[in-house]
Structure formats: C-alpha cells, structure tokens
C-alpha cells in the first residue's frame, strides 16, 4: 500500500458473512478471528489483559501483506481487554497484538489464491487443524461432555455457550447466536482524500447506515469546546475532519495523537531483536460501531517488528507492541465523536432529555465514563 490509507466500517449482511473467512483475507471487526496460520494459534495465557489478566476479546485484523516472499500473506491480529473495570489510561497493558505470515507457497491456501472461486466453504479453516473454542474461536482444549462436538477454551466460555443454547442445541442441532464476540463487520480501505470533502456523498461510500459523527454537531457548540482544546488534539481533530467516519488509519510514519502521553520507548521484536517500526493505528470512532461499554480509548498504536522476521517457526503468532493513548483531559479533548443513538439514551436514562438540541445530542469520547455522565447530566440541566 503506497500513501496513506484509511480503514471505514462497513455492516456486513449475514449472507456474505462468509467473505470474512479466513481464504479471503480479511480486513475486519469482531466476530471470531479468521486465523491466517491455521497452525500454532495464540496461547490462551498469551492473550489475557496484562493489567487485570482478563482473557481478551478479538477485536480486529488488518491483511497487510509485505514485498518479501515471507509475508506474501501477512496478517495483523489485535485483542482487547473487556473487562470495564480495567481503567488503566496511557498503556500497553489493555491492547494485544500478534502477527501472523505465511509465503505465497504455503501448507494452507492454494498458490493462487485470487483465482480461488467464491464459495461459502470455510475451508481451509484453523478448526481443520486445531480444536477451537465455540465462544471466542481461540485454542479449545476442553469439550462438551454431553456431545463431545464443540470445544471450549475454559469452563467460563462453556457454561456461557451452554446458557446461550447449548443447552438445547447439545441435544438438537439447531442454531443459537453466540453473543460473546463483538459485532462482526468489514473494514474497508481507501486512500485518504487530499482535502476535507465538502459532501459525504463524494465519497462513494454508502454512509446511509453509517454513524452519526462530529459534523452533525452544531457549530456553536463545537466553538464553545475548541477554546479548551490544545495543539495535539487540534491537529487530530482537523486531519480526521477530512474523513471523519475512519476507524484506521495506515501507511504513515508515525500515529496521529489524540492526547500527549507516547510510549517512553518501544520495546524490539522479541524474535530477532530489530527496532519495531508503526504500522497503523486504531481511531476511536470504532468505538461508535462496537456498542459496548467496557471498550474505551483515545486511539491504539500498533508497531511491528521492522523486519517482519520469521521467528524461530514461520506458523507462529508473531506478538507486537500496542500503544494505547488516552485524551490528557476529559474537559479538553473536545467533541471528537458523537454518537447520538447512545448519547440519547444515555441522557434518557438519566431523566433528562436535551431541550433545543435539535432532536441530537452530543457527547464526550468516553460517554462510558462517569465522570463525562456526570458532565453530560450537568451540561443539559
Ligand atoms: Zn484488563
Ligand atoms: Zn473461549
Ligand atoms: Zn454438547
Ligand atoms: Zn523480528
């Protein structure tokens, strides 16, 4: 990929779910991993929260492929703490990342893979190789006792399966919606446009079911915000302001800060040792598409290793450094995002529905936050 590109989400119909599989190459959110090396999976204890030690949810993958013929086929897989309680700002503690790459002749995907025919089979699949869990789709040593066809990764995602239908699914096949990932879509790529778009409908995108975002905000009320706002988070919200339904933003030499905290240094490869360079960065208006409470950052900085090495066994799961970058300051991060759907019932459910904001309401990155629900409740009396 040459200049730089930026990631959009897009909803994906259930019947062409199967074009986030694994043979496809994914660029995508949530839902299960769509492993590359179906071989040598990540270790369960490799993807737990290094703050609070809770397993980690998938929360996306980027199909990166490189020049050289060991990462013909490259894939970047990162993971997310869920636990809410997990507050820690500023680190590298919350977010998990692992490369994965294969070359263009490889035990997996057939040489040329753009002739393959689409069909809905989701072979190859890491299931043909390993055992995975029914909940989360990572390594599932355990088993049902009662069918002893689906596999869990712990007895926590095996009583959960069985209280999502299970139960009766063990007995009678029949389907269920597993509940626990989140909610699977596309990220598609663009290049990003030289100049702020006058109207979304240039863009090409359908942005019929896309989310609300700061240009819905009226003007007056972005003014009053922007005086507080300092330098770094100016700059953000200006260069997103041109594309401001990004989720990702790749191809650049270094991240777009939102707030001042950066990584004092960033740790190399732990295979070879090389200096980890920034590959992409992960925006926080994913969080608008993810609906859940317990996510929350400023943006995620992921850096891999500059030689993109093949460890000690080119099927592994390669790991690499997250930044995670919270705001410096609630009060002055300004309105980056809002998302009108949950800042209304969020107010609802405090009682008070917004007079004279037009029917929208806008609200603070971490609307999550107690602290910005305190905000917003004062804000609208
Ligand atoms: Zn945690
Ligand atoms: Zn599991
Ligand atoms: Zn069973
Ligand atoms: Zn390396």
């Not at 390993?130 to 007895?155: D, E, Q, R, S, W």
């Not at 609307?367 to 609208?380: A, G, L, P, Q, V």
Request: proline residues 6%; negative net charge; hydrophobic residues 30%.
């Amino acid at each position: 990929m040459a200049g730089i590109e930026l990631g959009y989400y897009v909803k994906v119909d259930d019947s062409e779910l199967y074009t986030l599989k694994s043979k496809y190459f994914p660029n995508k959110v949530g839902g299960k991993p769509a492993w590359l090396s179906l071989k040598n999976l990540p270790k369960q204890d490799d993807l737990r929260c290094k703050e609070c030690n809770s397993l980690c949810k998938f929360l996306l993958q980027i199909y990166s492929p490189t020049k050289e013929e060991s990462g013909y086929h490259r894939s970047i897989f990162l993971f997310y703490c869920p636990n809410g309680s997990c507050s820690i700002k500023n680190t590298d503690k919350k977010c998990i990342a692992f490369r994965s790459q294969l070359p263009k002749s490889n035990e997996f995907y057939s040489y040329d893979s753009d002739s393959e025919n689409e069909d809905t089979c989701d072979k190859p699949s890491a299931s043909d190789y390993n055992k995975l869990c029914n909940v989360c789709g990572y390594i599932g040593p355990l088993h049902c006792g009662a069918c002893k066809k689906v596999f869990y990764c712990g007895k926590a995602h095996q009583t959960l399966d069985w209280k999502q239908g299970h139960k009766k699914a063990c007995k009678i096949s029949q389907y269920y919606k597993n509940e626990y990932p989140l909610p699977e879509g596309e990220i598609a790529i663009e290049p990003e446009p030289v100049e702020k778009k006058v109207e979304d409908q240039e863009s090409g995108l359908n942005t019929e079911n896309m989310e609300p975002t700061m240009q819905d905000v009226p003007a007056s009320q972005l003014e009053q915000f922007a005086q507080q706002e300092d330098v770094v988070f100016s700059k953000f919200k200006e260069r997103i302001s041109r594309e401001p339904h990004q989720v990702l933003r790749y191809g650049e030499e270094k991240p777009l800060w939102v707030g001042k905290e950066v990584p004092a240094n960033i740790p190399p490869c732990s295979s070879c040792g090389a200096p980890r360079t920034f590959l992409f960065q992960v925006m926080p208006q994913l969080l608008n598409h993810l609906h859940s409470e317990e996510l929350d950052w400023g943006t995620l900085a992921v850096y891999i290793c500059s030689k993109s090495c093949d460890g000690t066994d080119p099927l592994d799961y390669h790991p690499e450094y997250v930044w995670q970058q919270d705001y410096d300051d609630l009060r002055t991060m300004g309105i980056a995002v809002t998302h009108i759907i949950q800042a209304i019932s969020r107010v609802n459910a405090l009682g008070r529905v917004p007079q004279g904001l037009g029917g929208k309401a806008f609200i603070y990155l971490n609307y999550n936050d107690f602290e910005t629900t305190k905000w917003i409740s004062k804000m609208i009396e």
